[in-house]
């Protein structure tokens, strides 16, 4: 029997999309529909939620990667709502059709968690910056006419505008998912005679071609590094600045509570700006203040995890705010919701002590450098 792939380009926003899906799974009936999904979206898309707990997130150090997915999803919902539709309607309606045809459902995405932690890798220290300051503006879904949508995925409208700021992200969202679940779908086709594959549009002529050339093995598309050169840096410059604090203490002892002093309002100011820019409350902004000092020269904790752990004593986020987080319809309801706030005072917190920890190195060593040296080189002689 011959054998037919029928690939289904929607917009996941749209509500002709829904239509479409059904139009083609009622005429072609075949013997399995593949969906754009994995399995924790599947299991998300219909209504399951698996147990979130926060301090598990603030442990991993993964609050980055669970706000990415929380801000883009809201943009999603956003233009969901202008187009009136839900996002992944058109995913509900081909599982909906598949088990009234008795065909397979089978989910032929890479894991969520994966894509974002290869995206966040990608990116460099800049672009993350950028990368972050340009989605709470909201730039991404300015301007996004209906036209376009029809054309296109809107994740893939939003990476249309992100590739002027991370080229290799994009590749990641996009080129990459293509591949593998064009792999899924090759052996798809070796298990069943009709399959209709349902996919933003987006997605659609990357999948075909990668089907026409072969894809191997995608094992190297599921690989996440675990950053070990990025920590090796992160320790050497600790070493230095902790290397400097030595030498100022053993040569310059005068000059060491100075030092100090600029070291614990650096890092403490700059690392407090970060809670309070995410409207902490006051105790998760003091205790930004008052640790970052020492988590900046510590490589294995981090300021976020400290002001986010106070945030979540404070607040106490629940379940119910975990899911209600994915019905946020505006960006007030969503930094309203407890569970939003503390992953937001836990990244920004983060990411401001990083800042503040390079500009404090910088700005100690040339400010300070010289004198200890100078000291050092007075002192040796008699040692």
Known sequence: MEKKLIIVGTAHVLQKSVEDVKAVIENEKPEAVAVELCPARYRALM??????????ILRRGDFFLILIQLLLGYFQRKI??????KPGEEMLEAIKKAREIDADVLLIDRDITITFKRLWQQMSF?????????????????????????????????VREFRKISPKAAKVLIDERDEFMAYNLLRA??????????????????????????????AKLVEVKQGKALKWIGIAFVAVILGFFLATALFATELLSKVFLYWFLITGITAALGALFARAHPLSVISAFLCAWLTSLNPFIAAGWISGAVEAWIRKPTMKDVE???????????????????????AL???????????????????????????????????
């Open 47 to 56: 209504g399951e939620r698996d147990e979130v707990k926060v301090t598990e």
């Open 80 to 85: 969901g709502e202008e187009m009136n539709t």
């Open 126 to 158: 800049w672009e993350k910056l950028k990368f972050i300051y340009y989605i709470f503006r909201g730039s991404f879904a300015e301007d996004i006419e209906a036209e376009e949508i029809l054309k296109e995925d809107v994740i893939d409208l939003l």
């Open 189 to 218: 086709m070796e298990r069943y005679n009709k399959v209709v594959a349902v996919v933003g549009a987006g997605h659609k002529k990357g999948i075909r071609e990668a089907m026409q050339r072969g894809v191997p093995d995608p």
């Open 324 to 346: 209600d987080v994915f019905k946020t319809s505006s960006l007030r309801e969503m930094l309203n919701n407890k569970f939003f706030r503390v992953i937001l005072v836990a």
């Open 349 to 383: 917190t983060n990411l401001a002590c990083s800042i503040g920890t390079i500009y404090a190195g910088y700005y100690i060593v040339t400010n300070f450098g010289v004198d200890v040296a100078k000291e050092i080189a007075e002192k040796l002689p008699y040692l």
